[in-house]
């Protein structure tokens, strides 16, 4: 009994059936939870057969492993804790004391908070780059510069860089490539296809898309990810198989979840572009979008993350108090709309000066769209939107 290697041709019955265990045991439908921690031991030569629940190789495990590989373009995959645990084992596996990375200016929190203060505790710095200004890239270089990281679209901004281009310096340059693929999913963008070293997930956000998890991933070579594999042994950040088995079902239905998302969000931003309490959308489906131009030739779809400006900061506690349907919490690609503030959430631990700079300003609203229907969304952004004025207004 073990987890099958047939691939299919669409992303959407690979979700369902790419990895299955076929036949099932009792002839199960559904991968049953193998909620053991260990496995009586068949001659294992060394450490590396064991099975054990730490090293990430029971059935529960390889199903995900398979599945993950398949619906990303990728040989191989393996699933961690938390989307943290695997972008530090997937930094970690590439780079060690006195090493270098490239990476993008602009990085989810957690992921800057890591190279800033662990990796560089551990000798290894960093520099950010302008995505924007491939001819700057070059003088960031120094000799130890192994690593270069980036993410398919950033937070809270969603820009999109030229994503071939920095594939080709960093191949020109022999820097190995890592991208944080979280926002797109693997429905709208496969990083891998583009030759992307290795692709990391918070397979916390679309991936299970209910909410209810933690969870991460690490795509990639085989090689590369045995690699991966045998430090998140050491690390222990593993998945639990209770955990697994919501994240296959959670996964089921990705194909639909996000391209509803799709819908929804180029709707939404649509219509917050054309009110007058909007200052700017930024979403990489608007044709006035810096990134579009990018997103429009790699990606299949834009994705359910935008972002706007509201007129004033003053606006945006009335507007977040008065939208009834979006619900007001941090994290994203979930079933349910959220609404955030990025300056008080992701970017609070910046300074106001440094929030400035990059453009995370207190009017900035940034909103995970969901499957609710659109129309009632879009009627609850409007009121809310009028009611923010009208406080605004009272207010001065
Ligand atoms: C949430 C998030 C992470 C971190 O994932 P966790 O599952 O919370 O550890 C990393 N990158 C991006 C883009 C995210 O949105």
Same mark, same amino acid.
């Given at each position: 009994m073990s987890s099958s290697h047939k691939r299919f041709k669409s992303i959407d019955t690979n979700l369902l059936h790419a990895g299955a265990i076929r036949p099932n045991i009792e002839d199960s439908v559904v991968t049953p939870i193998f909620q053991t921690s260990t496995y009586l031991t068949g001659g294992d030569r060394d450490y590396d057969d064991v099975r054990y629940v730490r090293c990430s190789n029971t059935p529960n495990h390889a199903v995900l492993h398979a599945r993950i590989a398949a619906i990303e373009s990728a040989e191989s995959a393996l699933v961690t804790a938390s989307g943290m645990a695997a972008i530090t084992t997937a930094i970690l596996s590439i780079v060690k004391t006195g090493d270098h990375i490239l990476t993008q200016r602009c990085l989810y929190g957690g992921t800057q908070m890591f190279l800033n203060e662990d990796a560089k505790g551990l000798g290894i710095d960093h520099m950010p780059i302008d995505l924007n200004d491939p001819s700057s890239w070059r003088k960031a270089l120094k000799p130890k510069t192994k690593l270069l990281y980036v993410e398919s679209i950033s937070n809270p901004l969603m820009e999109v860089g030229d994503l071939k281009a920095i594939v080709a310096f960093a191949r020109e340059h022999n820097l190995v490539t890592i991208i944080d693929?979280?926002? +797109?999913?693997p429905v709208n963008f496969r990083p891998i296809e583009i030759g992307f070293d290795l692709v990391v997930h918070s &397979?916390?956000?679309? @991936?299970?898309?209910?909410?209810?998890i933690g969870a991460g991933a690490i795509v990639g070579s085989q090689a590369r990810i045995t690699k991966a594999t045998k430090l998140l042994n050491h690390l222990g950040g593993m998945l639990d198989p209770h955990a697994c088995f919501l994240l296959e079902r959670g996964m089921k239905t990705m194909g639909l979840r996000v391209r509803q998302q799709n819908q929804n969000a180029l709707q939404l931003a649509q219509f917050l572009s054309k009110r007058d309490e909007v200052s700017e959308v930024r979403y +990489?489906? @608007?044709?006035?979008? &810096?990134g579009h131009k990018f997103a429009e030739k790699l990606f299949d779809g834009y994705g359910g993350m935008l972002a706007f400006y509201l007129k004033s900061d003053a606006m945006a506690e009335p507007f977040l108090n008065s939208?009834?349907?979006? @619900?007001?919490a941090v994290s994203l690609g979930g079933v349910e709309s959220l609404v955030v503030r990025p300056s008080r959430s992701s970017h609070a631990g910046l300074t106001a000066k440094e929030r400035e700079a990059l453009g995370v300003t207190d009017a900035l609203i940034r909103v995970s769209v969901g499957i609710e229907n659109i129309d009632e969304l879009i009627e609850d952004f409007s009121a809310a939107l009028s009611m923010s004025h009208v406080k605004e207004a009272k207010r001065a």
């Open positions: 693929n979280t926002f +797109p999913s &397979a916390t956000k679309y @991936l299970n898309g209910h909410s209810d +990489p489906g @608007l044709s006035s979008d &810096a939208v009834t349907i979006p @619900l007001h």
